[in-house]
Structure formats: C-alpha cells, structure tokens
Nanobody
C-alpha cells in the first residue's frame, strides 16, 4: 500500500508560481513512478507530468512544457511539481498519483492517488 498526501496548493495571480508537494508513505514508495494530474470543474482529469522511480524520465503534457518541472526526492519519499507562469485556465484540483508502471500511469491508470490540492489562478 502507498498513501499519498498533496500540499502546496493555494491562490496565485496569473503569471505567478506555486510548488506542489506529494508525500508518499509505504515501504516501497520510492520504487513507484509518480505523476500529477489535474481536474477543473466540469472537465475530465488530465495528465500534467510524470517521473520514473529513478527520476531520470520526466514527461509533461504539451500544455505545461517549459513552465512546469516535476522532480522527486526518494530519500524523503516526496515528489514535487514546480509550476511557473500559471494561467487562469489552470485552476483545478491537482492530484498526485503513483503506479509501478510509468507508461500506464501516464495514460491515467494508476494504483494509488491522493485527495488532491486546490490551485486557483486569478486573472
């Protein structure tokens, strides 16, 4: 079992930055691929970014490339999402997810997910 707890959400002005954190607990948490998804009101959950257990294979949705950075610290069992140049349309609940298979995780199928953290970007 892996438990995921997100933090770092909040209110930010357009163009601003936020860093989300996802703390994972469980004996083998550091061996899982991790990712971030988001869901805006009335919309489907969408992939944002993912990273392999080693941290060597970050991947991003086209819409966030160059602005968001995913990273992880396996010693702390934590994955981060640095978000820069935020846009109002990126207002959503951001979810952390974990899966043993990075490719599967990026398709939106994963074994574990957190409760989410709200990110609100004001115009």
């Amino acid at each position: 079992q892996v438990q995921l707890v997100e933090s770092g959400g909040g209110l930010v002005q357009a163009g601003g930055s936020l860093t989300l954190s996802c703390a994972a607990s469980g004996r083998t948490a550091s061996m899982y691929a991790m990712g971030w998804f988001r869901q805006a009101p009335g919309k489907e959950r969408e992939f944002v970014a993912a990273i392999s257990w080693s941290g060597r294979m970050p991947d991003y949705a086209d819409s966030v490339k160059g602005r968001f950075t995913i990273s992880r610290d396996n010693a702390k069992n934590t994955v981060y999402l640095q978000m820069n140049s935020l846009k109002p349309e990126e207002t959503a609940v951001y979810y952390c997810a974990a899966d043993s298979d990075l490719r599967r995780l990026k398709t939106g199928t994963y074994d574990y997910w957190g409760q989410g953290t709200q990110v609100t970007v004001s115009a």
